[in-house]
């Protein structure tokens, strides 16, 4: 968490804490697929200025420019952080400025993130019901578990339908080729 800890300066955290209350958003962002919910900060403004200035005194998340939403819709710019320890950290940081209604919705969220890692931990088998435990057991750089044999599953069939791709690119040029001969 690079930036954090570095330029923290109360005044700012204060403005920030300020801004992220009146404009700000803390909700969920769901993975179906994998049945997961990350949380969710986010702060959208018409003043691009604003956001990029939030957005450096935290120096986490990242800023969006505005894309066109029609003619009655003034363009905004957004700032957005999705990840559980970057939102906790934000969370920390803005806590007493933060009002009642919001406090209780960034709790909870925070709840639901830490008892999905827990169940993470804990989870004796893949969704699709490999055993998540030795020789089968993959730990990633993030501490997240998989199943290896998932994993080279899902290799294969990329590495299949790759070369597929790759293949019909080949065919497609020596078509032309044997064309242009003729
Ligand atoms: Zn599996």
């Not at 290896?148 to 290799?155: A, D, G, H």
Request: net charge positive; glycine share 8%; proline share 4%.
């Amino acid at each position: 968490m690079a930036g954090l800890s570095d330029h923290l300066d109360p005044r700012e955290i204060a403005w920030a804490a300020g801004l992220f209350e009146g404009e700000g958003s803390i909700g969920a962002s769901r993975n179906r697929k994998k049945k997961t919910q990350t949380p969710l900060l986010q702060l959208s403004m018409t003043d691009g200025d604003t956001v990029q200035r939030f957005a450096s005194i935290l120096g986490l998340g990242r800023t969006y420019r505005p894309y066109d939403r029609g003619l009655n819709c003034k363009p905004s710019y957004t700032w957005r952080l999705t990840s559980f320890e970057k939102a906790q950290a934000v969370i920390a940081m803005f806590w007493p400025w933060l009002g009642v209604r919001r406090k209780k919705r960034a709790l909870e969220i925070l709840a639901e993130g830490r008892a999905q890692r827990v169940k993470q931990a804990f989870r004796q088998h893949c969704p699709k019901g490999h055993p998540l435990s030795g020789n089968n057991l993959y730990i990633s750089c993030r501490g997240t578990r998989n199943c290896k044999v998932c994993i080279s599953e899902r290799q294969r069939l990329y590495r299949t339908s790759h070369r597929e791709k790759l293949n019909g690119m080949q065919q497609a040029r020596r078509a032309k080729r044997r064309k242009e001969i003729i």
